[in-house]
């Protein structure tokens, strides 16, 4: 594995906790930035659960005590049942050939990963990698419905504007531009606050990205 990585392809990655065929929470990371972060395909992936929602990834080398003490907020009672190695966590080929693992089983719901949970992986060190839930499920579906509410409020607002222009005499005067009510719309559209802005934690890499992605082979727990 190579470790020369460029500061800028380092940025955090967002997805969203999907349903597996069996009902459980299914978290599928892929995609070429995977190789970007230093990781390839054959690479061992270990799991050690930090607190509820949130995982520390350490992909190529195993977990030892120093990341339990540096990141596990609580290391008194650590058991088995908080570090997952099975020899199936691998990063796999995905249909495109990039690294790819799934991550499923019942045992998500038990470190606090729910089905629809917005998630986000930062890299933190050499082959370590933080994933972490930064919005609810029911907090994440309002995001959604809010960003589907003004595109209908903007969708809408184009066609009276345009049913104005065509029947003024409807609307009891002149039509005012088009032109001028789209720039208006457009420009304090751009002064609100970003999305990933608003769901994830200011960090040094900053920005976000999407990993989500369907996938070939399931790793189950």
């Not at 995977?34 to 992936?45: E, L, P, Q, S, T």
């Not at 609810?136 to 309002?142: A, D, L």
């Not at 345009?162 to 001028?180: D, V």
């Not at 420009?187 to 070939?216: H, V, W, Y």
Request: aromatic share 10%; glycine share 8%.
């Amino acid at each position: 594995m190579s470790f020369v990585i460029d500061p800028v392809k380092r940025k955090p990655r967002l997805l969203t906790v999907s349903e597996s065929c069996r009902y459980h929470p299914r978290i599928t990371i892929s995609g070429g930035w995977i190789r970007d972060w230093g990781f390839d395909i054959g690479d061992r992936v270990f799991l050690l659960k930090v607190t509820a929602g949130e995982i520390l990834i350490r992909i190529g080398t195993t977990i030892d005590d120093s990341d339990i003490t540096k990141y596990c907020h609580q290391t008194r009672g650590l058991s088995k049942f908080q570090i997952r190695d099975s020899p199936y966590y691998r990063l796999s080929p995905s249909s495109n050939n990039f690294p790819e693992i799934v991550i499923t089983g019942a045992w998500l719901s038990l470190w606090g990963f729910t089905i629809g949970d917005r998630v986000s992986l930062t890299w933190l060190e050499k082959d370590h990698i933080l994933m972490k839930v930064v919005a609810p499920s029911s907090e994440w579906q309002e995001v959604l419905q809010k960003k589907k509410l003004e595109r209908q409020v903007a969708f809408a607002t184009a066609m009276l504007e345009r049913h104005r222009t065509a029947h003024p005499s409807l609307y009891g005067g002149a039509p005012k531009p088009i032109q001028k009510r789209v720039l208006a719309f457009s420009r304090a559209k751009q002064a609100q606050s970003s999305l990933f802005d608003e769901l994830i934690p200011s960090t040094p890499a900053g920005g976000a990205g999407d990993a989500a992605r369907s996938a070939n082979a399931p790793v189950s727990g």
